[in-house]
């Protein structure tokens, strides 16, 4: 049945492969069969509708195919998104947004490709194993492999650095990077050094491939991207042979610049396994250093490299003459956060009223990511309140999204079980108040969302940087203030604060075997192999207890004395749900009245 089928013409590769006569057929078959195995490999990730959405106007999008009602997505990292929309109004929506964005759509009738159903039914596994392996090296040895990791965008999407907010010291670093690329000959004649390669490290989301994207658009040079997981290769030397041509492409649109984004998944320290998936990443990364180091001192290319592990990273990487200027980037603080706002909001319609210093503050911890997130989803609440513009309730609403999980409606929780989450909830408030230096109680709620059945959000109110052992105790005595209140008032226990007790346990350990703040007093655990840490641990496990002890018996004695006030809050979760911050302090406030 298979056979019967013809290619779909829509695979230009295969097509050019099936033109070249009768006589590789063959070869064109298996080539063709182990390239669809390849295609198998790079993960399609399913994303939502307002992701989709995001991508739609992020310019990140390379091409765009539509399939029914799956909407795939290639972007320009190589890596492969899908979405499935079901409304045909906002499927149309978005490919118009596509299109308006100059991304190439193309619609598909649904069909199984016939050499994934070959792939299924016909070879027997071990010739498929063989012929892919040969049929591999003939195709990449013929060069007709178009290297479809690696993607070039050039003017087409300009990022700025007017559109990469809260990093002034990470772009400024990259001035001299800009300097060299717009006139690599004048940088030699200079004297200067010229860069090679640069590392950006900092958490996801915080704007590296943002930076790296506006520096090569500042200097009017190719940007060609690579993913570090698209060297991935289960053979030993195709990675490698990726890298070599990946460098030899870049040698010939110099000045440019390779952005590896994820270096972290070819860059890992060598010689771990002895499998042939760890053989080729050596051999990966062996190439990648040969490459750097084959530069002439003007070839005018830059690799720009980021990761969040830059701890993992094989040291070989960040000698002299590779790697060898790092930049970190950070979180953003706070005026950074309403810088980024600021970027975001250029394209949204807000009201009057609503202030981005505002969400700023609200927003501690955000990245750059979550920040455009935040505002996308703020929107699309407001386009279906057929609101006129964004306002606060959306931002909220945008926010509490992010930070605790969708609410689950129609997830209908009985009586009993509200009372309890009530009561539960109730506990982690009272004790969250009487503290003196955990955070601010922001919103409390008994609606269950994503796997939790309420949630107490504490928010910082300025960004911390220093975080002191009251401020942990703090924190870990909110954390088991639900557990007190179900052993107090409910005489029972709840299976509902596991996550509590894992994360108070965890803050405990830290402080104790990282921050030496235990009688233990500084201490550092060495190899695990040495019988001298394995006492320590021993210590420690008794230290981290007697902390959460200490801190389970606190919380204990706040919600014993607090009994009055919890009821009252109780009665009002049970009324309405979600109390924000105003309520909360009225219920409490108002039973503290009264009791004087
Ligand atoms: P990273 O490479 O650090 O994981 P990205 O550069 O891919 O992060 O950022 C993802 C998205 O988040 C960007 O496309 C942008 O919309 C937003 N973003 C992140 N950082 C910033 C920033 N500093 N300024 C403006 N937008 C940002
Ligand atoms: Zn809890």
């Given at each position: 049945?298979?056979?019967?089928?013809?290619?779909?013409?829509?695979?230009?590769?295969?097509?050019?492969?099936?033109?070249?006569?009768?006589?590789?057929?063959?070869?064109?078959?298996?080539?063709?069969?182990?390239?669809?195995?390849?295609?198998?490999?790079?993960?399609?990730r399913?994303?939502?509708?307002?992701?989709l959405?995001?991508?739609?106007?992020?310019?990140?999008?390379?091409?765009?195919?539509?399939?029914?009602?799956?909407?795939?997505?290639?972007?320009?990292?190589?890596?492969?998104?899908?979405?499935?929309?079901?409304?045909a109004?906002?499927?149309?929506?978005?490919?118009?947004?596509?299109?308006?964005?100059?991304?190439?759509?193309?619609?598909?009738?649904?069909?199984?490709?016939?050499?994934?159903?070959?792939?299924?039914?016909?070879?027997?596994?071990?010739?498929?194993?063989?012929?892919?392996?040969?049929?591999?090296?003939?195709?990449?040895?013929?060069?007709?492999?178009?290297?479809?990791?690696?993607?070039e965008?050039?003017?087409?999407?300009?990022?700025?650095?007017?559109?990469?907010?809260?990093?002034?010291?990470?772009?400024?670093?990259?001035?001299?990077?800009?300097?060299?690329?717009?006139?690599?000959?004048?940088?030699?004649?200079?004297?200067?050094?010229?860069?090679?390669?640069?590392?950006?490290?900092?958490?996801?989301?915080?704007?590296?491939?943002?930076?790296?994207r506006a520096?090569?658009?500042?200097?009017?040079?190719?940007?060609?991207?690579?993913?570090?997981s698209?060297?991935?290769?289960?053979?030993?030397?195709?990675?490698?042979?990726?890298?070599?041509?990946?460098?030899?492409?870049?040698?010939?649109?110099?000045?440019?610049?390779?952005?590896?984004?994820?270096?972290?998944?070819?860059?890992?320290?060598?010689?771990?396994g002895?499998?042939?998936?760890?053989?080729?990443?050596?051999?990966t990364?062996n190439?990648?250093?040969?490459?750097?180091?084959?530069?002439?001192?003007l070839?005018?290319?830059?690799?720009?490299?980021?990761?969040?592990?830059?701890?993992i990273?094989?040291?070989?990487?960040?000698?002299?003459?590779?790697?060898?200027?790092?930049?970190?980037?950070?979180?953003?603080d706070?005026?950074?956060?309403?810088?980024?706002?600021?970027?975001?909001?250029?394209?949204?319609?807000?009201?009057?009223?609503?202030?981005?210093?505002?969400?700023?503050?609200g927003?501690?911890?955000?990245?750059?990511?979550?920040?455009?997130?935040?505002?996308?989803e703020?929107?699309?609440?407001?386009?279906?309140?057929?609101?006129?513009?964004?306002?606060?309730?959306?931002?909220?609403y945008?926010?509490?999204?992010?930070?605790?999980?969708?609410?689950?409606?129609?997830?209908?929780?009985?009586?009993?079980?509200?009372?309890?989450?009530?009561?539960?909830?109730?506990g982690?408030?009272?004790?969250?108040?009487?503290v003196?230096?955990?955070?601010p109680?922001?919103?409390?709620?008994?609606?269950?969302r994503?796997?939790a059945?309420?949630?107490?959000?504490?928010?910082?109110?300025?960004?911390?940087?220093?975080?002191?052992?009251?401020?942990?105790?703090?924190?870990?005595?909110?954390?088991?203030?639900?557990?007190?209140?179900?052993?107090?008032?409910?005489?029972?226990?709840?299976?509902?604060?596991?996550?509590?007790?894992?994360?108070?346990?965890?803050?405990?350990r830290?402080?104790?075997?990282?921050?030496?703040?235990?009688?233990?007093?500084?201490?550092?655990?060495?190899?695990?192999?040495?019988p001298?840490?394995?006492?320590?641990?021993?210590?420690?496990?008794?230290?981290?207890?007697?902390?959460?002890?200490?801190?389970?018996?606190?919380?204990?004695?706040?919600?014993?004395?607090?009994?009055?006030?919890?009821?009252?809050?109780?009665?009002?979760?049970l009324?309405r749900?979600?109390?924000?911050?105003?309520e909360?302090?009225?219920?409490?406030?108002?039973?503290?009245?009264?009791?004087?």
């Open positions: 049945m298979p056979f019967s089928r013809s290619v779909p013409p829509t695979k230009k590769k295969r097509v050019t492969l099936a033109v070249s006569g009768a006589g590789i057929i063959l070869i064109a078959l298996v080539a063709a069969v182990s390239l669809s195995a390849n295609r198998a490999q790079t993960p399609v399913d994303i939502s509708f307002s992701q959405r995001e991508i739609s106007e992020s310019g990140v999008a390379q091409t765009v195919r539509v399939a029914g009602e799956v909407v795939t997505v290639t972007q320009a990292d190589g890596a492969v998104v899908q979405s499935v929309v079901t409304n109004v906002a499927q149309h929506e978005v490919v118009a947004a596509f299109e308006k964005a100059r991304v190439p759509v193309t619609f598909e009738t649904q069909q199984p490709g016939v050499l994934v159903t070959i792939l299924n039914y016909s070879l027997p596994a071990a010739a498929l194993l063989i012929f892919g392996l040969i049929g591999w090296r003939v195709y990449a040895s013929m060069g007709v492999q178009n290297d479809s990791s690696a993607s965008t050039g003017p087409a999407q300009p990022v700025t650095f007017q559109d990469v907010a809260g990093v002034d010291e990470a772009r400024a670093e990259l001035a001299e990077t800009i300097e060299f690329l717009r006139d690599p000959d004048k940088f030699g004649r200079l004297g200067g050094r010229p860069p090679r390669g640069i590392l950006l490290s900092g958490p996801p989301g915080t704007g590296k491939t943002l930076l790296a520096a090569a658009c500042e200097a009017d040079v190719p940007f060609l991207s690579v993913s570090g698209s060297f991935q290769e289960k053979f030993a030397g195709l990675g490698a042979a990726r890298v070599r041509r990946l460098f030899a492409r870049a040698r010939k649109l110099a000045p440019c610049v390779i952005f590896i984004d994820e270096i972290d998944a070819l860059g890992r320290k060598r010689g771990r002895g499998d042939s998936a760890s053989a080729d990443q050596d051999q990364l190439q990648l250093l040969v490459e750097m180091d084959g530069f002439e001192q070839s005018g290319v830059v690799v720009i490299a980021s990761t969040n592990r830059p701890d990273l094989d040291s070989a990487l960040t000698r002299p003459g590779r790697f060898d200027r790092e930049i970190t980037v950070n979180l953003a706070m005026r950074g956060r309403e810088q980024i706002l600021r970027v975001h909001a250029r394209k949204l319609k807000l009201e009057d009223g609503l202030d981005l210093g505002w969400i700023a503050r927003t501690p911890g955000f990245s750059g990511a979550d920040l455009a997130n935040l505002l996308n703020a929107a699309i609440a407001a386009t279906r309140d057929n609101s006129e513009a964004v306002g606060r309730p959306h931002v909220e945008a926010r509490d999204k992010i930070l605790m999980g969708v609410e689950r409606k129609g997830f209908m929780m009985d009586e009993e079980e509200r009372y309890a989450t009530a009561v539960h909830e109730a982690h408030v009272a004790v969250g108040l009487a003196k230096n955990g955070d109680i922001h919103k409390v709620s008994i609606l269950p994503g796997r059945l309420g949630v107490t959000q504490a928010l910082p109110e300025r960004d911390r940087l220093m975080r002191t052992r009251e401020y942990l105790e703090d924190q870990i005595a909110m954390l088991l203030g639900g557990r007190a209140a179900e052993v107090l008032l409910l005489d029972t226990m709840t299976a509902g604060a596991s996550n509590d007790i894992e994360r108070a346990v965890e803050i405990a830290r402080m104790v075997a990282e921050f030496g703040m235990s009688p233990l007093g500084p201490i550092h655990l060495g190899k695990p192999e040495d001298h840490s394995q006492k320590l641990l021993d210590r420690i496990e008794h230290a981290t207890n007697d902390i959460i002890e200490a801190q389970l018996k606190r919380a204990c004695e706040v919600v014993d004395s607090r009994r009055a006030e919890i009821a009252h809050l109780v009665a009002g979760l009324e749900d979600t109390l924000d911050a105003d909360i302090h009225e219920s409490f406030g108002i039973v503290q009245e009264k009791a004087a």
